[in-house]
């Protein structure tokens, strides 16, 4: 990651203009962001706030000057990016990180019980303010256009919502393709949906998502929250990483999106959960084979 993000600077002093989003783009809105050598602004962006994570939450062994140099470079080039997505996830995921260096397992009936409150609360608060809530969504530009997309993926979703297009058959398989049927100017244009939820569902139906759902989120959260023998530093960079990865994917698509970087790096924290939860049974198994 470091290594990227030298390649990033060195592109945007070396190459400015190839580095750094022209005025020639078809989109406007991107003009004067910074993408280095990555394809986007927003894969640049993501890049650097998963470096804020590694170096921020767990990086112990790094000396403190490299850990912090890296770590201010990382934010900054994530700024010049204007990648708002990656910049509020960074913030969220941050947080939930550094909350999860406190946190001890026998807190967790009364995480139960808050997240029953709170989940209590919004049943009771969405239907009063409903029209309040969803009145932002009735522009065009608002979440700098997705809500114009998202749609068209619900009424085909409405009509398949059992299997789906079939993975990897929705969108860049060549016209026509099924959004086309649903709608047409720059959305039957576009390659993904901007929400990896709904870009799953309509591909692999409800049974899919909630499969993978299980297998991204309940399955990983359920370790962390309940393990005990989890390293503090190491299950506050999982946690953070899990919930960056999933919460991208609210206006992005990069879950089970082949090699999309976010992916990635969320099934790479999947794994090392894995890794580290065997290493923190080991001594007790092996204690447990010598009593025998």
Not at 219 to 234: E, H, K, N, W, Y
Not at 238 to 244: E, N, P, S
Not at 264 to 270: G, H, Q
């Amino acid at each position: 990651m470091v290594l990227v993000l030298l390649a990033n600077y060195v592109a945007v002093v070396g190459w400015p203009d190839w580095a750094i989003h022209q005025a020639t783009e078809a989109d406007p809105s991107v003009v004067g962001a910074w993408r280095g050598v990555l394809q986007q602004k927003n894969f640049a962006g993501a890049a650097c706030s998963l470096t804020v994570l590694f170096f921020l939450l767990d990086a112990r062994e790094v000396r403190a000057i490299v850990r912090w140099t890296v770590t201010a470079a990382a934010g900054y080039f994530l700024f010049r990016t204007e990648s708002k997505t990656s910049m509020a996830l960074l913030a969220a995921s941050a947080v939930v990180g550094l909350v999860s260096l406190r946190y001890d397992v026998r807190y967790r009936n009364v995480l139960l019980a808050v997240g029953a409150v709170l989940v209590l609360l919004i049943a009771f608060i969405v239907p009063a303010y409903w029209a309040d809530i969803v009145a932002p969504f009735a522009r065009e530009d608002t979440l700098t256009g997705r809500v114009q997309i998202w749609p068209p993926l619900f009424q085909f979703w409405r009509e398949h919502w059992l299997l789906g297009s079939g993975f990897g058959s929705f969108w860049n398989i060549g016209f026509p393709e099924p959004i086309a049927a649903y709608t047409g100017g720059w959305v039957a244009q576009i390659t993904s949906g901007h929400n990896g939820f709904l870009d799953l569902v309509v591909q692999i139906g409800l049974p899919g998502l909630l499969l993978a759902l299980c297998a991204v989120i309940v399955a990983p959260m359920r370790v962390l929250l309940t393990d005990a023998g989890l390293d503090r530093s190491r299950r506050s960079l999982l946690t953070a990483l899990v919930v960056f990865g999933v919460g991208h994917n609210l206006t992005e698509s990069s879950l089970f999106d082949r090699d999309a970087a976010v992916h990635v790096f969320l099934m790479l924290a999947i794994a090392l959960l894995a890794v580290e939860t065997r290493s923190a049974s080991a001594p007790a198994d092996t204690l447990a084979g010598a009593t025998a």
